[in-house]
């Protein structure tokens, strides 16, 4: 049976590394194409400073070709393409053993990935090829795909690990038990970080129970 591996990388080898490593922001992998697997060509929404993802996207030698399709309120959609200054990409091994990355996103330093694995081998050959290439990986859930995937919350683990904390210390009590600013104290964050951390976590609770 295939299995759903919910996981955090982290590595200065993969595309984009460069720019992230300098600017705050939040990243969206809408699509990904690999005509050539070395090489693939990534389709992101951009959420943050935009104007410093910009600037340091210029001088980023893991990426070539860059176009922004799409640009919607504090966000834009990025086509762009990695160079053979990348030196870790995941997708062509994702393929050879016939896994499916079913969402992905970058958030404060780290890769949130949700991916379909055949089987449990599967997996294990993954992780034995990240260990290999020197990445940092995190396993937060792994289980069975036997339908149990339509009850996933969407959540990044910052998100949820956010608004765990929030709901164990009183935030959402009336009155209000606890302040954002001590919740980013706790979590070593600022409060702007767990502010947007419950807000796009519990518009995503919202969308996922609800149905919008």
Do not use: K
């Not at 060509?41 to 910009?54: H, K, Q, T």
């Not at 996933?152 to 009336?174: I, K, N, W």
């Amino acid at each position: 049976m295939s299995i759903i591996v919910e996981y955090a990388l982290r590595s200065d080898g993969f595309v984009l590394a460069p720019t992230l490593d300098a600017v705050d922001v939040r990243l969206v992998l809408e699509n990904m194409v690999a005509t050539d697997p070395s090489r693939p060509i990534l389709f992101v929404w951009v959420e943050g400073d935009l104007p410093g993802f910009d600037a340091a996207l210029a001088a980023d030698p893991t990426v070539t070709d860059v176009t922004v399709l799409n640009e919607g309120p504090g966000s834009r959609l990025y086509r762009l393409q990695a160079t053979d200054a990348t030196r870790l990409v995941t997708h062509g091994e994702l393929a050879r053993l016939g896994a499916s990355r079913l969402e992905a996103t970058f958030e404060d330093g780290w890769w949130y990935a949700r991916t379909r694995f055949p089987d449990a081998a599967a997996f294990d050959s993954y992780v034995s090829f990240l260990e290999e290439s020197g990445a940092e990986l995190r396993v937060s859930r792994r289980y069975d795909a036997d339908g149990t995937e339509r009850e996933l919350d969407g959540l990044t683990e910052p998100q949820r690990e956010t608004l765990r904390l929030a709901y164990r210390r009183g935030y959402f009590s009336v009155p209000r038990e606890v302040t954002a600013t001590e919740l980013a104290d706790e979590l070593g964050v600022s409060a702007q970080a767990v502010s947007e951390r419950l807000r796009r976590g519990s518009a995503r609770l919202v969308e996922r129970s609800v149905g919008v």
